[in-house]
């Protein structure tokens, strides 16, 4: 397939009607994304594992989705995002996946679905022009507590993640994505960090690795330059313990920012301190009862007794 027939194809997967859960890892918007359709009649049911440990949702949708996710976010317009797109699908095609075939799939999902439905994705954040009030429902951190909540949240369920030998190359190709489309000398040593990383776990036939010795290297200081001998057998809780400094503040500006994501590109705004309210997230999506808000605050509840369980306080987070 040449790169002008593949730039057609995902122009046409673009342009079916579709709408998009934007957040960061650790908010909920995997939950989100698979109890939505659930209850809404607007939304095309989507197939999810869910692991009950750590109280995740793994929602499965087809890879063209998984690659839109990771997407870089400064900017651009809808020919800057079928650009990038391209480049994705080149780094992410193999001699058993190709370029045509993760095409192929997105548009037979659309095909196959109900047309009286829409499906329903997830993307990290992107301030991209595709993503709008028509399309585009972001879950804005609205307050420091929750911005908060989240990091507790990537240390407690993302970073203990177990992760086993299929799953290696794809969890670290996707961590290396943002690195591959921003080369700096920095960016450069993360990316040989990510490969010396791969590279290890299969020449040690490794059976599993925590999925907290990808993220560190993602949030690493520039000074860590190589893996140490001994780096799998750290403890994620050394590694959280270098992490934790790093994680920027939630200061007025911050706020400010993004907030002004949802005014400047007009995306509809989910505040996250709004959206465990009953009737809140109903009004928006169309759903009717309170079964979905129970399962909501469930999902909650569950976390902060894994966040409890690592230590961190959760009274500011009970519910009430």
């Known amino acids: 397939m040449t790169e002008s027939e593949a730039k057609v194809k995902i122009y046409q997967i673009l342009a079916y009607p579709q709408e998009f859960i934007m957040a960061h890892g650790g908010e909920g918007m995997q939950f989100l994304n698979q109890h939505i359709p659930q209850y ?44 990038q797109m391209y480049t994705l699908l080149v780094m992410h095609q193999s001699e058993t996946v190709l370029i045509e075939n993760i095409l192929d799939l997105a548009i037979f999902h659309h095909t196959s679905n109900n047309p009286a439905t829409k499906p329903l994705f997830c993307t990290h954040f992107s301030n991209n022009d595709y993503f709008t009030i028509n399309n585009t429902w972001f879950l804005h951190l609205d307050q420091s507590k929750w911005f908060k909540y989240k990091w507790m949240l990537w240390f407690t369920k993302v970073w203990p993640n177990v992760l086993y030998p299929e799953s290696f190359k794809s969890v670290i190709d996707r961590r290396k994505t943002y ?111 309170t079964e979905f808000n129970s399962k909501w605050i469930d999902w909650h509840t569950k976390n902060l007794e894994i966040i409890s369980a690592a230590g961190y306080p959760i009274d500011e987070y009970q519910l009430g």
């Open 40 to 83: 809404s009649t607007r939304y095309a049911p989507l197939y999810a594992r869910y692991n009950p440990m750590f109280n995740m949702y793994y929602n499965q949708p087809p890879l063209f989705y998984k690659i839109l996710g990771t997407a870089i976010s400064d900017g651009g317009t809808v020919d800057d995002l079928v650009n």
């Open 179 to 289: 690195f591959l489309l921003h080369q700096t000398p920095e960016v450069a040593n993360k990316i040989a960090l990510f490969d010396e990383l791969y590279n290890r776990l299969i020449q040690t036939n490794a059976n599993s690795v925590c999925e907290g010795h990808i993220a560190f290297i993602e949030f690493s200081p520039p000074s860590f330059t190589e893996l140490p001998a001994n780096y799998l057998d750290i403890p994620l809780s050394e590694l959280i313990a270098q992490t934790e400094p790093r994680i920027p503040e939630f200061t007025a500006e911050r706020a400010a920012w993004l907030a002004s994501v949802g005014t400047v590109n007009k995306l509809n705004v989910m505040n996250y301190s709004q959206v465990f309210n009953l009737g809140y997230l109903e009004g928006m999506f169309d759903i009717s009862g």
